[in-house]
């Protein structure tokens, strides 16, 4: 019975970049062959399969490594002998003659082909640029430590951290260094750098914890208890009530609060005596006594300002007649005398 995995095939290599493509398909290709235990059957079958998963793409690179006239013998390199095996019915298998006489390519293996497409799909790597990639990663800003971390550790596999002299990695003290530089929270990479020459593993979990711990203070800072939402929510609508009793509802004559049905039992002028007046129940500012005491006394001296005023306008009409009627007598003195002396003179 056919293995139900064999449904699932890799996808055909996608050319258009190779350099980035082939590593994924290789992958793909080896999980394939292990899950459906391919790699138990002759080199030739692998290299079939290998053929056949790659695509019509994979195929030409395939002929450009290892030229070939499409023929059994010289496509995959099996011996004479299998070539016969493999030989279709009704045809004669090659002459024991020829075998010795005509050179046979040699038997190729699935891993002499995947080396080949290593190298005429890997371009030789530039470790200086590799590096400088790696010492470039920054923790960006909402970016997680773990994705921080895994994006190191990927380009960590391309610089190629040893020494050229005793071939010891110091891949981890880089990537350490690394994690203390480009942390994003200056806090964090303070605490790192408090003089204890940790390992790599410490400063992983120091900022996991850290991370952590952050995320926890957001998260309790975000949230209110429902009494204080509830508390604020009452006040708002108590103080709009109170707005709106002061724009347009009544207003307590005794104390000047907006007035509602139980405020004439909790008004607090109840048992307040007023200054102005001593009665009890009101506030001084609002006693109407004082206001119609205060309102006679303005009307008292508004009808004596009159009185006043009316005098003195009597006897400044006094004055003018007075005045008026010395000037006509002397007008007529003046007169008279004038008459007299030319009287005399005639």
């Known amino acids: 019975m056919a293995n139900v995995l064999e449904g699932r095939l890799p996808q055909q290599l996608d050319c258009s970049n190779l350099a980035k493509e082939w590593p994924k398909w290789k992958q793909q290709f080896h999980i394939y062959m292990i899950a459906n235990n391919k790699n138990a059957e002759p080199e030739q079958n692998k290299i079939a399969t290998f053929l056949w998963l790659i695509g019509e ?17 010289s496509m995959f390199g099996v011996p004479a002998a299998a070539a016969a095996v493999a030989a279709p019915a009704g045809q004669a298998p090659a002459a024991p003659g020829a075998e010795d006489n005509d050179p046979q390519p040699p038997a190729r293996s699935l891993v002499e082909v995947i080396t080949a497409f290593d190298g005429y799909c890997l371009p030789r790597k530039n470790v200086a640029m590799e590096a400088f990639k790696f010492n470039m990663i920054v923790q960006k800003e909402k970016q997680s430590f773990a994705d921080f971390e895994t994006a190191l550790r990927t380009q960590l596999g391309y610089c190629e951290f040893e020494c050229l ?43 996991k914890i850290f991370e952590a711990a952050a995320e926890n203070k ?12 509830n508390k604020v929510a009452e006040q708002a609508s108590q103080g709009e009530n109170e707005v709106a009793a002061v724009k347009g509802g009544p207003m307590c004559f005794n104390c000047g609060q907006p007035y509602n049905g139980r405020h004439r039992r909790y008004c607090p002028a109840n048992n ?37 005023r009316a005098a003195g306008n009597q006897r400044s009409n006094i004055h003018r007649a007075a005045a008026a009627s ?3 007598d002397q007008r007529a003195v003046n007169t008279t005398v004038q008459s007299v002396n030319w009287a005399d003179a005639e």
């Open 57 to 73: 793409r994979g195929v030409q690179i395939y002929n450009t490594l290892f030229p070939n006239n499409g023929d059994v013998e």
């Open 165 to 207: 002299t005793c071939h010891s990695s110091y891949a981890d003290r880089m990537l350490r260094d690394r994690i203390i530089i480009g942390v994003q929270d200056k806090k964090l990479q303070l605490k790192l750098l408090d003089g204890k020459d940790e390992p790599l593993a410490r400063i992983v979990e120091t900022c």
């Open 272 to 308: 307040v005596n007023c200054d102005s007046c001593g009665r009890r129940g009101h506030f001084m500012k609002f006693c109407r006594a004082s206001k119609s005491s205060s309102n006679n006394r303005s009307s008292g001296s508004t009808e004596q300002g009159n009185s006043h």
């Open 326 to 328: 010395s000037s006509q």
């Open 218 to 229: 957001q998260l309790l800072d975000r949230r209110t208890p429902q009494t204080e939402i």
